[in-house]
């Protein structure tokens, strides 16, 4: 299957800061991204879909100031969590799709915010 | 969007056969049913997918009946690595405008 690159695997950060999590499909164009967040013990909550050159579309409840998205290109996406704060320590796992009935998904990102 | 249920739990035994069945009651024509299996502190990962009858890999088997309202993951002789998280999914053939998890189905194999 196609691979789909997420980095960084985890991350520390202080309350307050940002941080960016990348997400790259390796070895083919992705023309829609999803990001999704993972509480223990939870299912994959669907945060936001994008597709490239496009704005993100984000689900009710999340907020588009705070997770901020960005898909400038066919292999790229990603999420900037601003101002971080311990409410936000979560896994966060982005998928990639060509537009196919397929959808590969990243390693995820096991974000703490201290 | 096609909802999905699945049983919250199930346990088995190594070299048992394991099946899950996910019920997508209303499914829409143009829909394919897919199963992924997510291992703690990873992504999920693709097992099969398939749109009506059977569809077997070298992992595991998908039986989808005629009405399609729900479909049976076949997994053959599990081990103790097959304990995981599986989600089944429905999504529409013009592409991953949505993909939207339920609470998946967590198997425990044990020795």
């Known amino acids: 299957g196609a691979v789909v690159s997420q980095h960084p695997s985890w991350v520390i950060c202080k309350s307050g800061t940002s941080v960016k999590i990348e997400c790259r499909s390796l070895?083919?164009?992705?023309?829609?991204m999803f990001w999704y967040r993972q509480f223990p013990k939870q299912s994959l909550m669907l945060m936001a879909t994008?597709?490239?050159?496009?704005?993100?579309?984000?689900e009710q409840g999340v907020e588009k100031d705070k997770f901020l998205i960005n898909h400038a290109s066919l292999t790229l996406s990603t999420l900037t969590v601003t101002s971080a704060h311990p409410e936000d320590s979560s896994f966060y796992i982005c998928?990639?799709?060509?537009?196919?009935?397929?959808?590969?998904f990243g390693q995820g990102t096991r974000l703490t915010v201290v | 969007l096609a909802k999905t249920t699945q049983p919250i739990s199930m346990d088995s035994y190594e070299g048992q056969e394991v099946n899950i069945t996910c019920s997508h009651n209303?499914?829409?024509?143009?829909?394919?049913i897919t199963w992924y299996q997510q291992f703690p502190s990873q992504g999920p990962r693709f097992i099969i997918q398939?749109?009506?009858t059977k569809v077997t890999n070298e992992v595991a088997s998908l039986f989808i009946p005629a009405d399609r309202k729900s479909s049976t993951l076949s997994l053959p002789r599990v081990s103790l690595s097959d304990t995981a998280v599986y989600y089944c999914?429905?999504?529409?053939?013009?592409?991953?405008?949505?993909?939207?998890f339920g609470k998946g189905t967590m198997l425990l194999v044990s020795p």
């Open positions: 998928s990639a799709s060509s537009g196919g009935t397929e959808a590969f």
């Open positions: 070895d083919f164009q992705a023309t829609t």
């Open positions: 994008s597709n490239e050159g496009s704005k993100a579309t984000y």
């Open positions: 209303n499914i829409a024509t143009n829909d394919y």
């Open positions: 398939g749109y009506k």
């Open positions: 999914l429905v999504v529409g053939d013009s592409g991953y405008s949505t993909l939207t």
